[in-house]
Protein backbone atom coordinates (compact mmCIF):
# COMPACT_ATOMS: atom_id res chain seq x y z
CA UNK A 1 0.00 0.00 0.00
CA UNK A 2 1.64 3.31 -1.03
CA UNK A 3 -0.45 5.29 1.66
CA UNK A 4 -2.71 4.85 4.46
CA UNK A 5 -5.53 7.85 5.93
CA UNK A 6 -5.21 7.42 9.38
CA UNK A 7 -6.77 10.35 10.83
CA UNK A 8 -8.24 13.67 9.74
CA UNK A 9 -4.80 15.09 10.88
CA UNK A 10 -2.16 12.38 10.23
CA UNK A 11 -1.19 9.83 6.88
CA UNK A 12 0.73 6.92 6.46
CA UNK A 13 3.30 6.75 3.26
CA UNK A 14 5.01 3.72 2.85
CA UNK A 15 8.99 4.50 2.01
CA UNK A 16 10.35 1.50 3.45
CA UNK A 17 13.08 2.98 5.08
CA UNK A 18 15.28 0.42 6.15
CA UNK A 19 15.33 1.65 10.08
CA UNK A 20 18.07 -0.15 11.47
CA UNK A 21 20.57 1.17 8.96
CA UNK A 22 19.04 4.75 9.61
CA UNK A 23 19.17 4.49 13.44
CA UNK A 24 22.57 3.20 13.31
CA UNK A 25 23.66 6.31 11.34
CA UNK A 26 21.33 8.39 13.68
CA UNK A 27 24.10 7.25 16.77
CA UNK A 28 26.78 7.85 14.88
CA UNK A 29 26.16 11.28 14.05
CA UNK A 30 24.44 11.83 17.03
CA UNK A 31 28.11 10.61 18.80
CA UNK A 32 30.36 13.04 16.44
CA UNK A 33 28.11 16.19 15.96
CA UNK A 34 26.26 16.32 19.11
CA UNK A 35 22.47 17.90 18.96
CA UNK A 36 21.68 21.94 17.60
CA UNK A 37 19.08 23.92 19.23
CA UNK A 38 17.73 27.27 19.61
CA UNK A 39 17.98 27.69 23.58
CA UNK A 40 20.53 25.58 25.68
CA UNK A 41 18.39 26.40 28.10
CA UNK A 42 15.46 24.28 26.80
CA UNK A 43 15.42 20.24 26.73
CA UNK A 44 12.37 19.68 25.15
CA UNK A 45 14.19 20.21 21.66
CA UNK A 46 17.24 18.40 20.69
CA UNK A 47 18.47 18.54 16.64
CA UNK A 48 20.64 17.06 14.31
CA UNK A 49 20.73 19.52 10.89
CA UNK A 50 20.71 17.40 7.84
CA UNK A 51 20.64 19.81 5.04
CA UNK A 52 21.07 23.73 5.10
CA UNK A 53 21.40 26.37 2.92
CA UNK A 54 23.79 26.17 0.03
CA UNK A 55 27.18 26.96 2.06
CA UNK A 56 25.63 29.00 4.67
CA UNK A 57 26.52 27.63 7.98
CA UNK A 58 24.35 29.99 9.83
CA UNK A 59 20.88 28.60 8.36
CA UNK A 60 21.57 25.43 10.67
CA UNK A 61 22.08 27.77 13.83
CA UNK A 62 20.24 29.94 16.10
CA UNK A 63 16.60 30.56 15.65
CA UNK A 64 16.82 28.33 12.21
CA UNK A 65 17.31 25.03 14.19
CA UNK A 66 13.71 25.03 15.78
CA UNK A 67 11.89 27.76 13.69
CA UNK A 68 9.01 30.07 13.21
CA UNK A 69 5.90 28.59 15.81
CA UNK A 70 2.84 30.43 17.54
CA UNK A 71 2.19 29.76 21.12
CA UNK A 72 -0.52 30.10 23.96
CA UNK A 73 1.90 31.49 26.90
CA UNK A 74 0.23 32.30 29.71
CA UNK A 75 -2.86 32.46 31.40
CA UNK A 76 -4.62 35.20 29.44
CA UNK A 77 -5.13 32.69 25.92
CA UNK A 78 -3.51 35.27 23.96
CA UNK A 79 -1.50 33.72 21.31
CA UNK A 80 2.04 34.97 20.56
CA UNK A 81 4.78 34.19 17.84
CA UNK A 82 8.16 32.57 18.68
CA UNK A 83 11.11 33.30 16.33
CA UNK A 84 11.15 33.83 13.14
CA UNK A 85 10.45 32.82 9.44
CA UNK A 86 12.78 30.36 8.13
CA UNK A 87 13.10 30.39 4.21
CA UNK A 88 12.14 26.77 4.52
CA UNK A 89 12.72 26.84 0.32
CA UNK A 90 16.17 27.53 0.51
CA UNK A 91 17.38 24.43 2.23
CA UNK A 92 18.64 22.32 -0.86
CA UNK A 93 22.23 21.37 0.13
CA UNK A 94 22.69 18.19 1.99
CA UNK A 95 25.41 18.63 4.71
CA UNK A 96 28.61 17.53 4.24
CA UNK A 97 29.08 15.55 6.85
CA UNK A 98 26.10 12.76 5.68
CA UNK A 99 27.64 12.76 1.80
CA UNK A 100 27.77 8.82 1.01
CA UNK A 101 25.74 7.60 3.87
CA UNK A 102 22.49 5.70 4.28
CA UNK A 103 21.21 9.53 5.75
CA UNK A 104 21.74 10.63 2.30
CA UNK A 105 19.73 7.60 0.74
CA UNK A 106 16.66 8.69 2.50
CA UNK A 107 16.95 12.33 2.12
CA UNK A 108 17.27 11.22 -1.70
CA UNK A 109 14.02 9.07 -0.87
CA UNK A 110 12.16 11.89 0.37
CA UNK A 111 12.95 14.49 -2.31
CA UNK A 112 11.67 11.92 -4.92
CA UNK A 113 8.56 12.13 -3.75
CA UNK A 114 8.16 15.19 -1.71
CA UNK A 115 9.30 18.73 -1.58
CA UNK A 116 10.87 19.50 1.27
CA UNK A 117 12.40 22.47 2.98
CA UNK A 118 14.30 21.42 6.03
CA UNK A 119 15.49 17.93 6.95
CA UNK A 120 16.46 17.56 10.81
CA UNK A 121 16.76 13.83 13.52
CA UNK A 122 14.83 15.62 16.47
CA UNK A 123 15.12 14.10 19.86
CA UNK A 124 13.26 14.30 22.86
CA UNK A 125 14.35 13.17 26.09
CA UNK A 126 12.28 11.06 28.07
CA UNK A 127 9.48 11.93 30.16
CA UNK A 128 9.21 15.82 28.16
CA UNK A 129 6.74 17.23 25.88
CA UNK A 130 6.62 20.84 23.81
CA UNK A 131 4.64 23.52 24.45
CA UNK A 132 1.17 23.48 22.67
CA UNK A 133 1.86 25.31 19.57
CA UNK A 134 1.05 25.53 15.89
CA UNK A 135 3.95 25.14 12.79
CA UNK A 136 4.12 27.29 9.43
CA UNK A 137 3.74 23.42 7.69
CA UNK A 138 3.03 19.86 7.71
CA UNK A 139 5.71 17.83 8.39
CA UNK A 140 6.88 14.42 7.31
CA UNK A 141 7.76 11.88 10.27
CA UNK A 142 10.28 9.35 9.84
CA UNK A 143 10.17 7.45 13.51
CA UNK A 144 13.81 5.66 14.20
CA UNK A 145 13.16 5.26 17.61
CA UNK A 146 10.11 5.36 19.71
CA UNK A 147 8.02 4.03 22.48
CA UNK A 148 3.40 3.58 23.18
CA UNK A 149 4.22 6.24 25.40
CA UNK A 150 5.61 8.52 22.19
CA UNK A 151 2.29 10.31 21.16
CA UNK A 152 1.73 13.17 19.11
CA UNK A 153 -2.33 15.37 20.24
CA UNK A 154 -3.39 17.40 17.17
CA UNK A 155 -6.21 19.39 18.46
CA UNK A 156 -8.03 16.44 19.82
CA UNK A 157 -6.35 13.47 18.23
CA UNK A 158 -3.98 11.44 20.35
CA UNK A 159 -1.97 9.07 17.85
CA UNK A 160 1.62 7.09 17.99
CA UNK A 161 3.96 6.76 14.89
CA UNK A 162 5.16 3.63 14.86
CA UNK A 163 8.94 3.35 13.62
CA UNK A 164 8.08 0.42 11.04
CA UNK A 165 10.02 1.73 7.95
CA UNK A 166 7.14 4.59 7.06
CA UNK A 167 6.76 7.90 6.78
CA UNK A 168 3.81 10.26 8.57
CA UNK A 169 2.34 13.29 7.58
CA UNK A 170 0.89 15.04 10.21
CA UNK A 171 -0.72 18.05 9.96
CA UNK A 172 1.12 20.70 12.69
CA UNK A 173 -0.40 24.06 11.17
CA UNK A 174 -3.02 22.63 13.87
CA UNK A 175 -2.57 23.16 17.55
CA UNK A 176 -0.72 20.52 18.77
CA UNK A 177 2.13 18.62 21.21
CA UNK A 178 4.25 15.83 21.66
CA UNK A 179 5.38 14.04 24.55
CA UNK A 180 7.60 11.52 25.05
CA UNK A 181 6.17 9.38 28.10
CA UNK A 182 9.05 6.50 28.78
CA UNK A 183 12.68 5.99 29.69
CA UNK A 184 13.80 6.13 26.27
CA UNK A 185 14.55 8.74 24.14
CA UNK A 186 12.86 9.20 21.03
CA UNK A 187 14.07 10.02 18.12
CA UNK A 188 12.51 11.03 14.55
CA UNK A 189 13.62 12.28 11.16
CA UNK A 190 11.41 14.98 10.52
CA UNK A 191 10.94 17.47 7.25
CA UNK A 192 9.57 20.27 6.33
CA UNK A 193 6.47 19.72 3.60
CA UNK A 194 6.45 22.82 0.81
CA UNK A 195 3.42 21.60 -0.73
CA UNK A 196 0.49 21.40 1.05
CA UNK A 197 -1.28 19.13 -1.88
CA UNK A 198 1.09 16.11 -1.21
CA UNK A 199 -0.44 15.69 2.62
CA UNK A 200 -4.03 14.46 0.84
CA UNK A 201 -3.47 10.45 0.97
CA UNK A 202 -6.49 10.78 -2.16
CA UNK A 203 -4.13 13.30 -4.38
CA UNK A 204 -1.05 11.03 -3.22
CA UNK A 205 -2.21 8.21 -4.80
CA UNK A 206 -2.73 9.94 -8.56
CA UNK A 207 0.38 12.01 -8.36
CA UNK A 208 3.47 9.40 -7.05
CA UNK A 209 4.53 7.35 -9.00
CA UNK A 210 4.90 3.86 -7.47
CA UNK A 211 8.17 3.32 -4.47
CA UNK A 212 9.96 0.19 -5.45
CA UNK A 213 10.56 -2.30 -3.05
Not at 91 to 115: A, M, Q, S
Not at 139 to 147: G, S, Y
Amino acid sequence: MLNEHISKHHDRIDLKIDIERLGKAYLDFKYHLGFRTDDKRNIDFNAICVNRIPDDENSITGGNVRGLYWTYPDSTNHEEQRLEPVKEHLYTELCPEFKDTYVEEVYDIVRKHFKIGRMRFLMKPPRSCLSWHRDPEKRLHIPIITNVGNRMIIEDISFHMPADGAAYITDNTKYHNFFNGSECERVHLVSTLLEPRQTESEKMQQELEPIND
